[in-house]
């Protein structure tokens, strides 16, 4: 299968790490300026409706996926493991029990053991979605890049991260820039203080304003007047402004938000063997096929029929999500063979079940025979 990963031209020059801080950065990550309303700001063809909707993608000419030319030719089974391991794991697990006896697990005796062949579908999509807004910096005389029509959001060159890790970049539209008055302090560089509400004096905490002290004398503090200055403001009554920096202008621009998201489509192929699933989500399991391509073609020559229905279900299910919304630049699928042995034992005369699953032998059972009554209770 086609395993050609995806690089554009300034990977290949300088390969870039993932999602770097600082690169293609939002300029508002602090306390700073936010853009003046929508409807003060011009119309900027192109990009009439502006907001947090995805743009849908340009046409890329999307690649069709192939079909791989021939089923793969190895076997996908294993087999049991052995008594002696089923045995150790068994032991292992009932002395990590605080509450557990191990005298079970020491004189069990084995009636059987069953090898459960599950296997993990994955489908991973990393996908590019983008998004445009108005935005703003602090105007101090930088250059204004307000002439020239402004590219298709879709048309601006941005260095894709590492593949399949969820990043987030935002860059500057060319050709969209303005110089507006701050709307925040319009157009001052300062706002009134809210802690003083611009009086520039605030009540004194040493005597809560009263005046005077818990011995009925005179505060000296606030000397009497039950008030002193703003330490926000130094009395002033108002404080620079936030948004503009004191400089009363705005730069405002479009900024394009750039998403890139991993999304992910698991399946995991039980024969009904009264496993829980949902302990397998952190467990190694042997891979058994890897598929990279921009556009997989889903599984058919795989043994187990129900995979390749989860592949072709989880491809036309991730088809159907990002297509039309997002831009698919990569996707991954494999398939993991987790080996999950059941066990039966007898013990105290009766017949018990207890199951070693993953690469790592963890063992799991819900009727240990011999647990303290605080467990029980449990």
């Known amino acids: 299968m086609d395993r050609t990963h995806l690089l554009s031209d300034q990977d290949e020059a300088h390969p870039s790490p993932s999602c770097p801080a600082g690169s293609y950065a939002d300029p508002n990550t602090t ?92 489908l991973e999509t990393f996908t590019e979605s983008r ?39 935002s860059v500057r539209v060319p050709h969209t820039s303005t110089v507006k008055g701050c709307h925040s302090c319009l157009n001052l560089g300062r706002s009134a203080c809210s802690r003083c509400v611009n009086s520039g004096r605030t009540r004194c905490g040493s005597c809560s304003g009263r005046g005077r002290n818990a011995s009925d004398q005179r505060c000296t503090m606030c000397q009497g007047s039950g008030m002193i200055r703003c330490h926000s403001c130094g009395g002033v009554g108002s404080i620079t402004c936030k948004t503009c920096k004191g400089k009363g202008k705005l730069l405002c621009f479009i900024k394009l938000k750039i998403t890139w998201k991993n999304n992910i489509h698991v399946s995991v192929i039980d024969k009904r063997s009264g496993f829980p699933v949902e302990l397998l989500d952190k467990i190694t399991g042997e891979k058994l096929l890897t598929d990279m391509a921009p556009m997989v073609y889903p599984v058919v020559s795989f043994p187990d029929s129900s995979v390749n229905a989860a592949s072709e279900s989880g491809v036309r299910e991730h088809q159907a999500q990002f297509a039309t919304t997002c831009r698919i630049l990569q996707q991954r699928q494999t398939i993991e063979l987790i080996p ?29 025979p011999a647990k303290c009554c605080c467990c029980s209770i449990l």
Not at 147 to 152: D, H, K, R
Request: aromatic share 14%; with cysteine.
């Open 31 to 122: 306390d700073g300026a936010t853009a003046p309303p929508a409807d003060l700001m011009p119309v900027v063809p192109g990009y009439e409706s502006l907001g947090p909707n995805v743009i849908p993608p340009s046409n890329f000419g999307s690649v069709q996926p192939q079909e791989p030319a021939r089923p793969p030719d190895r076997c996908f089974d294993i087999p049991a493991i052995t008594e002696e391991l089923a045995h150790e794991a068994f032991i292992k697990y009932a002395s990590s029990k605080c509450c557990y006896s191990s005298k079970p697990a020491k004189e069990m005796v084995f009636t059987d053991l069953q090898s459960l062949n599950t296997y993990r579908y994955r």
């Open 131 to 169: 998004t445009t807004e108005w935005d703003s910096e602090p105007y101090d005389g930088q250059v204004v890049d307000g002439y020239g029509v402004a590219p298709a959001p879709w048309s601006i060159p941005v260095p894709i991260p590492s593949l399949f890790q969820d990043c987030v970049k």
């Open 340 to 368: 999950i042995t059941r066990v039966h034992y007898a013990w105290n005369e009766k017949t018990h079940i207890y199951f070693v699953y993953g690469t790592e032998h963890k063992v799991y059972t819900k009727d240990y």
